[in-house]
């Protein structure tokens, strides 16, 4: 967590350095994977939330901050109260206003969408062009219980991409292993233009 430091600091820094709470006064910060902060870090976290003021790292120094926090992890929260590794208080100040997103092998109508973004993503940071993703691969990645959720997916279509010397993603899906819901899966199959055109115009404009 970088809140901020001074040039009296521990690293000796030539110049005074505002951190992410400073930095995003009036404005919103967003916290990813707030389940990893240890726990002397949630105790200084907690304060800045509820009292909206912190201390810069080697400064005795008191800032005040108006900041609208958004937080995010994949942790069970609630679990790691119970076992002591998550502290009561910093949970509940987090669950002032709580959304679940289910997990991407609960809504696999997604994952047809998801594959052609990033799929687009990578081929133009690549400088390649992809024009078709074969049925099998697309059915694979459908069909896959995938454990590191989005990230996962992200990173095997980049990897996939690499390895395309086509227009035409070779994916390597022997690496998947299938996950067979118990509902039957409907998706189809939609080209990059069509996504981007799904992404671009609104329901129900022309």
């Known amino acids: 967590m970088n809140y901020s430091a001074t040039k009296k600091s521990i690293h000796r820094s030539n110049s005074t350095k ?3 709470f400073e930095l995003a006064n009036k404005g919103t910060l967003f916290l990813d994977e707030v389940g990893d902060i240890p726990l002397e870090v949630q105790a200084k976290l907690l ?3 509820q009292e909206q003021e912190f201390e810069r790292l080697g400064s005795n120094r008191t800032h005040k901050v108006d900041v ?3 937080a995010a992890t994949h942790r069970d929260l609630a679990g790691m109260v119970k076992q002591g590794t998550f502290r009561e208080d910093l949970y509940y100040r987090f669950r002032v206003f709580p959304i679940h997103v289910p997990s991407l092998r609960q809504r696999t109508e997604d994952i047809p969408k998801l594959v052609w973004h990033f ?3 990578s081929a133009r940071r690549m400088d390649k062009r992809i ?3 074969p049925p099998e691969t697309m059915g ?3 069909r896959y219980r995938r454990p590191g959720n989005v990230r996962e997916l992200q990173n095997f279509i980049e990897r996939a991409v690499i390895l395309s010397p086509q227009s035409v993603v070779r994916a390597p899906i022997s690496e998947l292993e299938p996950f067979h819901s ?3 899966l409907h998706w189809q199959i939609s080209g990059l233009a069509q996504v981007e055109r799904d992404m671009v115009l ?3 404009w022309g």
Request: aromatic content about 0%; glycine content about 8%; charged content about 30%.
């Open 18 to 20: 505002a951190g992410r």
């Open 47 to 49: 304060r800045v939330l």
């Open 68 to 70: 609208r926090l958004v």
């Open 119 to 121: 799929t687009a993503l």
């Open 131 to 133: 024009d078709e993703i």
């Open 140 to 142: 694979a990645l459908v």
């Open 182 to 184: 118990h509902k039957e």
């Open 202 to 204: 609104p329901n129900g």
